[in-house]
């Protein structure tokens, strides 16, 4: 194996894709425990807030600063991790916001993107490196040199 790259290859896609995969499953595990417990209201979008991108050419992103009250009476002001552009939310718009009542600073947004991005993300990659695996499994693992003849 070790002057084998196809037999190299194989073992670091399918362990990089492996890894993808178990991270998107805690991913996913995580935020489905996290919307069984939690509790659910409505916010309103305050205000875009203005992600600065690390390209000199890119404009940045915009994601939505969201305020909604809790049931102690909390106002509590979020800003979900994710950005977009062009900006997803539009300031004044309603959304629904899933928030822990033990800790309403823990709160998402109902969304695709904001609740299953992340697994969805990193799982479609760790699909891709094992589909990258499988296909070096069909690949002899040490081809013969071709021989040039001399002309």
Same mark, same amino acid.
């Given at each position: ?29 995580n ?51 994710? +950005?977009?552009?062009?900006? =997803?939310?539009?300031v #004044?718009?309603?959304?629904? %916001? @899933? ?5 309403p ?8 993107? +904001?609740?299953?991005?992340? =697994?969805?993300?990193? #799982?479609?990659?760790?699909? %891709? @490196? ?22």
């Amino acid at each position: 194996m070790k002057n084998n790259p196809v037999a190299i290859l194989r073992l670091v896609f399918g362990a990089v894709g492996l890894v993808l995969c178990a991270v998107a499953w805690l991913l996913h595990h995580n935020t489905a425990t996290f919307i069984a417990s939690a509790s659910r209201t409505q916010g309103e979008v305050m205000r875009l807030l203005h992600v600065e991108s690390s390209k000199r050419n890119e404009s940045g992103t915009w994601k939505p600063l969201v305020r909604f009250k809790a049931p102690s009476g909390e106002i509590i002001e979020f800003a979900p991790s994710s +950005s977009s552009s062009p900006p =997803a939310y539009e300031v #004044g718009e309603t959304v629904d %916001v @899933f928030f822990d009542p033990n800790d309403p600073q823990d709160a998402m947004l109902d969304g695709f993107f +904001s609740l299953w991005g992340g =697994a969805a993300i990193t #799982g479609g990659l760790g699909l %891709v @490196f094992l589909l990258v695996t499988a296909g070096l499994l069909f690949m002899p693992a040490s081809a013969p040199a071709k021989r040039r003849r001399p002309r």
